[in-house]
């Protein structure tokens, strides 16, 4: 399993509880993404199965008592937001936020020294983390010719 399935699953109930639903509402899925309907269609059976019902609604996750929880908010995610990382970060008894002011979807691993050396010291260490919220900027590539 990956992470998504656990949000989404948490998020809003499966739009089809068992596989003869699923073949009922593909040609939905396909008219309207042809090369992506299938794929759509039958991965949204895994919360069908899901053994945590959703509940359709927004709430907030303290973690009390976690080991620090460090959250990584790309300034402008098309996919998630930034404000959602912000939201977030406050919400956790220990979370403490790591802001890249970029693009894109995820900000670790992509050329950002400050960034990959904060989340690696995160990962290996029991320590440092940011107190405060920081900031990286992009990270300019050079072109190779």
Known sequence: MYANAAVDCADLPSAASDPKQVQQQLPGYLSASPQFGASLAWSGLTCA?????????????????????????????????????????AQLDSGALLSYNGDGHTAYARGSKCIDSAVNAYLLTTGPRPREPSASRPHRRTRVR
Not at 79 to 85: D, F, H, N, S
């Open 49 to 89: 199965y899901w053994p945590v019902k959703a509940s359709g609604e927004p709430h907030t996750i303290p973690a009390q008592g976690a080991a620090p929880i460090l959250v990584v908010g790309t300034t402008r995610d098309p996919a998630t937001p930034y404000a959602w990382a912000q939201a977030l970060a």
